[in-house]
């Protein structure tokens, strides 16, 4: 499915009306972009298979035949799941939202519903009321990613591998389905030297319970934090976020924590009042974001230590730092 917008295509008939006039003047008289113009004129095949969208009204839209013989098909099947209609109709987007948007367009009612490939449990962080509760919703807010209002994706280097197993064991997903979910990838800021494991749960529940309590989608630097009932479900809320968004630094005897001013502000004051007085740390901003460091020997073991020492769920690595900190001659 192609979009252009509605102003485009007028300008496109109306200089074929008047072919006199140049692509410029039509822009202006129609409020289109010259360079679009341009870039559609030359291609007709933009004439065939339109459709106006009642719901889309600034766009006219563009279907080739294979999408529209996919988009006949999808309602007839109400037996498959996508996975497997897919598998039917190669033609199909690779991503049922995608098919699902084609269908917004025309105004069809996507009457399909994929059924649960995978079994976990859809009602987590429904309530946060156990230390795995509050420690995977810390994470989530540092590492996680909402992507429209359904899918949670969760990228780690490959050798963090083991902990999206844990998240996975978390939401009580049977052991044989969890190779099935995480995939190992590239991207982003990850190099083929340095490869990723990603982590993809398509839940509008857990997505839902997610956003109430404050994790949105493109949250880097707007992070909201979310109090939790206890200082103990806190104290694991903030081992979430400093396994996500933290470091420890060995070699200047230091750690620290960023994100949004909020969450590092949050931090600050949760160490103020139970740990050790860090009021005269300041929070620096960091490019988009903020940067809470905390530095020496003597504070940051006593703040690693409330936070590691005896939790019960946390990602390897750092507590492998954590360890590794008190060895320091």
């Given at each position: 499915?192609?979009r252009?917008?509605k102003?485009?295509?007028?300008?496109?008939?109306?200089?074929?009306?008047?072919?006199?006039?140049?692509?410029?003047?039509?822009?202006?008289?129609?409020g289109?972009?010259?360079?679009?113009?341009?870039k559609?004129?030359?291609?007709?095949?933009?004439?065939?298979?339109?459709?106006?969208?009642?719901?889309?009204?600034?766009?006219?839209?563009?279907?080739?035949?294979?999408?529209?013989?996919?988009?006949?098909?999808?309602?007839?099947?109400?037996?498959?799941g996508?996975?497997?209609?897919?598998?039917?109709?190669?033609?199909?987007?690779?991503?049922?939202?995608?098919?699902v948007?084609?269908?917004?367009?025309?105004?069809?009612?996507?009457?399909?519903?994929?059924?649960?490939?995978?079994?976990?449990?859809?009602?987590?962080?429904?309530?946060?009321?156990?230390?795995?509760?509050?420690?995977?919703?810390?994470?989530?807010?540092?590492?996680?990613?909402?992507?429209?209002?359904?899918?949670?994706?969760?990228?780690?280097?490959?050798?963090?591998?083991?902990?999206?197993?844990?998240?996975?064991q978390?939401?009580?997903?049977?052991?044989?389905?969890?190779?099935?979910?995480?995939?190992?990838?590239?991207?982003?800021?990850?190099?083929?030297d340095?490869?990723?494991?990603?982590?993809n749960?398509?839940?509008?529940?857990?997505?839902?319970?997610?956003?109430?309590?404050?994790v949105?989608?493109?949250?880097?630097?707007?992070?909201?934090?979310?109090?939790?009932?206890?200082?103990?479900?806190?104290?694991?809320?903030?081992?979430?976020?400093?396994?996500?968004?933290?470091?420890?630094r060995?070699?200047?005897?230091?750690?620290?924590?960023?994100?949004?001013?909020?969450?590092?502000?949050?931090?600050?004051?949760?160490?103020?009042?139970?740990?050790?007085?860090?009021?005269?740390?300041?929070?620096?901003?960091?490019?988009?974001?903020?940067?809470l460091?905390?530095?020496?020997?003597?504070?940051?073991?006593?703040?690693?230590?409330?936070?590691?020492?005896?939790?019960?769920?946390?990602?390897?690595?750092?507590?492998?730092?954590?360890?590794?900190?008190?060895?320091?001659?």
């Amino acid at each position: 499915m192609e979009r252009i917008k509605k102003a485009i295509v007028e300008a496109i008939n109306f200089l074929e009306q008047n072919p006199k006039m140049s692509m410029t003047q039509a822009g202006e008289l129609f409020g289109a972009d010259r360079h679009g113009i341009a870039k559609y004129r030359k291609n007709n095949e933009y004439k065939k298979f339109k459709f106006e969208s009642p719901i889309f009204p600034d766009y006219i839209y563009y279907f080739t035949p294979n999408e529209l013989e996919v988009i006949k098909h999808y309602n007839e099947c109400l037996e498959l799941g996508y996975p497997e209609f897919k598998k039917r109709y190669p033609a199909a987007p690779s991503r049922k939202e995608s098919l699902v948007r084609q269908l917004e367009v025309l105004g069809i009612d996507p009457q399909v519903k994929t059924p649960n490939r995978y079994h976990y449990n859809r009602e987590a962080f429904k309530d946060i009321l156990t230390e795995d509760d509050a420690y995977w919703l810390g994470f989530i807010t540092a590492d996680g990613c909402i992507i429209q209002n359904n899918r949670l994706n969760i990228n780690l280097a490959a050798r963090d591998q083991e902990h999206l197993i844990k998240f996975c064991q978390y939401l009580k997903m049977p052991a044989e389905e969890i190779p099935k979910v995480i995939k190992s990838t590239f991207g982003g800021a990850y190099s083929k030297d340095n490869p990723v494991s990603c982590l993809n749960i398509c839940s509008t529940q857990i997505v839902a319970n997610l956003k109430d309590k404050g994790v949105t989608a493109r949250k880097s630097g707007k992070e909201k934090p979310y109090i939790c009932k206890t200082p103990e479900l806190e104290k694991a809320y903030i081992r979430g976020l400093l396994d996500g968004d933290g470091y420890i630094r060995q070699t200047q005897y230091g750690m620290g924590i960023v994100g949004s001013y909020e969450i590092c502000k949050y931090v600050q004051d949760y160490i103020c009042r139970y740990i050790i007085d860090i009021s005269t740390n300041h929070i620096h901003q960091h490019g988009v974001i903020y940067k809470l460091e905390l530095s020496g020997r003597q504070q940051t073991s006593k703040i690693l230590h409330y936070f590691y020492d005896s939790s019960t769920i946390s990602l390897d690595r750092k507590r492998q730092l954590y360890l590794q900190f008190y060895e320091l001659p």
